[in-house]
Nanobody
Framework: QVQLVESGGELVQAGGSLRLSCAASGLTFNRYAMAWFRQAPGKEREFVAGINWSGSSTNYVDSVKGRFTISRDNAKNTVYLQMNSLKPEDTAVYYC?????????????WGLGTQVTVSS
């Protein structure tokens, strides 16, 4: 049974930092591209950042470029999202997702999410 378990979300002041983690189990982690998505109240879920299976390639939505960094540790089956210079508009539930081989396909698995709240 595949599980993606996010952690690290909390209430933080604008300008602060958080690091989200997503621990994966039940899948061959280094065969999956990983991504973070987020969904703010009343809005659709949006892609935030993605990383290929080896960690050699990453991509980001424009609104987080230069502030967020996605990384992975294949030995620990974990993907991270380092979030700096947080803004109130970053407030959302953040979801981890896994897509077999490539993020060009719809993710195969999703976590349940972790809440990030940025106060102004």
């Amino acid at each position: 049974q595949v599980q993606l378990v996010e952690s690290g979300g909390e209430l933080v002041q604008a300008g602060g930092s958080l690091r989200l983690s997503c621990a994966a189990s039940g899948l061959t982690f280094n065969r999956y591209a990983m991504a973070w998505f987020r969904q703010a109240p009343g809005k659709e879920r949006e892609f935030v950042a993605g990383i290929n299976w080896s960690g050699s390639s990453t991509n980001y939505v424009d609104s987080v470029k230069g502030r967020f960094t996605i990384s992975r540790d294949n030995a620990k089956n974990t993907v991270y999202l380092q979030m700096n210079s947080l803004k109130p508009e970053d407030t959302a539930v953040y979801y981890c997702a896994a897509a077999y081989l490539s993020l060009t396909r719809v993710p195969d698995y999703w976590g349940l999410g972790t809440q990030v709240t940025v106060s102004s």
